[in-house]
């Protein structure tokens, strides 16, 4: 019983998934624009929250290299927030965000979305 | 077993739903934030009997939410784990400091979880099979004393007081730090010299009080540090404690004798009582030992206080109660 809802859950990960992709890539592009700082912070903040989310979720359902990807990205932003030592640049943010968006790409192709 | 499990990811949600009713516990009610959680427990006429709590949510963090869920004194012992994908060790000492029981971290396998749960199943048993021993006809008082009663090695529950955690909760949380976490980690154990003649010549009430009492000088002597201290029974209180400098514990044990002596405990005749905590020989861990072997490092330390200990010096029960200080 467990195996069928984790199926259904699957499929509807998938769908998210796919629109949370879309909303990542926009604020990576945003990012790699350059924005002022404030709109910036908002920016990674909310990539931040889009890798959390996959984090929980995704190797419980079978994704284990996205969410290691995840929550890459997840410390990274974090770190880079709190100004931590060595510091994280928003470059850095940015390519860990780009293997993230590449793992979400490879696993919606596979599932032909 | 009643169960609320709290997260602003829908999807957790169902994922839990799944996991927990796989194992056998369907009896599970959802919140989607810390709000939402309050207003279940305020509303509900059953109260719940373990909770399960993501730590980042919007507005109130699953850590708040914990320590409202301990305030009410309903939910004082009640399990509380969390479940979330902050593994960084700041996050989990914040967690147990607020009076969760256990951690578990997502991804999570949907086995162990319902492994965690059924532990906290069990303690929610003994809690209840204890509460529908006692005897309706006893006295106030004899309940009381019934209800208080403790077995000399039995590690009981020591509340409200900083930094004292249960025995379980505390292997819990040497088990989910990692080896990085568990660096510069030491963990000793104080034992009260003479336990047993105080136990023989105490009341129950009395013997409580003096555990409490006993927990707050190690933890107190121990606050310029980042630590956690449990009692293991028979007197003994094991203590994990974090820091780059190797702890003085020379220092460390004068200090708790001076805050014992400070404390100027008494018999109920007004008798001082004289006894000393000694400190056993402290386990390193992190390089050597994580996980399952940072437990294990508890139970050497525990013994080592056992010992290490000296026996009283004067075997006689009659002058070693004391009268303490109420909670």
Not at chain 2, 75 to 82: F, R
Request: charged share 25%; aromatic share 6%.
């Amino acid at each position: 019983m467990i195996a069928s809802r984790l199926s259904a859950l699957r499929i509807r990960f998938l769908d998210v998934l796919e629109a949370r992709m879309a909303e990542c890539e926009a604020l990576r592009d945003r990012l790699e624009a350059g924005l002022p700082e404030a709109e910036r912070v908002e920016a990674v903040r909310a990539i931040c929250f889009a890798a959390h989310k996959t984090v929980g979720v995704a190797a419980t359902l079978g994704f284990a290299d996205l969410g290691m990807l995840s929550q890459r990205v997840e410390l990274a932003v974090t770190d880079f927030l709190d100004r931590s030592e060595p510091p994280t640049t928003i470059r850095m943010v940015i390519s860990l965000t780009d293997d993230m968006l590449g793992e979400m790409a490879l696993i919606l192709a596979e599932a032909g979305h | 077993m009643r169960i609320l499990a709290v997260d602003d990811d829908e999807m957790i949600l169902e994922l839990l739903s799944a996991s927990l009713g796989a194992a056998g516990f369907a009896d599970l009610t959802v919140a989607g934030s810390a709000a939402q959680a309050l207003e279940q427990i305020a509303a509900t006429r059953i109260p719940f009997d373990c909770f399960l709590l993501d730590i980042q949510m919007p507005e109130v963090d699953g850590i708040d939410l914990c320590r409202a869920i301990r305030r009410n004194p309903v939910y004082a012992a009640a399990p509380i784990v969390m479940i979330t994908a902050m593994s960084q060790k700041s996050y989990i000492d914040r967690a147990f400091s607020a009076g969760a029981t256990d951690y578990v971290t997502k991804p999570f396998d949907p086995v162990e979880l319902g492994a965690r749960i059924r532990l906290a199943s069990k303690m929610v048993e003994s809690e209840r099979a204890l509460t529908e021993n006692r005897s309706a006809v006893a006295t106030l008082r004899a309940q009381l004393e019934r209800e208080r009663f403790v077995d000399l090695n039995e590690p009981i529950s020591i509340p409200d007081v900083d930094a004292v955690i249960d025995l379980q909760a505390l292997e819990n949380y040497l088990l989910q730090l990692s080896r990085s976490g568990l660096f510069a980690t030491s963990i000793f154990a104080f034992k009260v010299v003479g336990i047993e003649t105080i136990y023989a010549s105490t009341s129950p009430i009395d013997f409580r009080y003096l555990l409490t009492d006993v927990a707050e000088a190690v933890s107190t002597a121990l606050r310029s540090h980042e630590r956690f201290v449990a009692y293991a029974g028979n007197g003994v209180y094991v203590c994990v404690a974090h820091g780059r400098g190797a702890l003085d514990l020379e220092v460390i044990e004068g200090t708790a004798n001076l805050i014992v002596e400070e404390m100027a405990l008494t018999n109920s005749r007004g008798v001082p009582l004289k006894f000393r905590l000694r400190v056993g020989s402290p386990v390193r861990v992190g390089l050597v030992r994580a996980g399952r072997g940072a437990v294990d490092a508890l139970y050497v330390a525990i013994e080592s206080a056992e010992q290490d200990a000296p026996k009283a010096e004067d075997g006689r029960s009659g002058e070693h109660w004391s009268q303490f200080r109420l909670a």
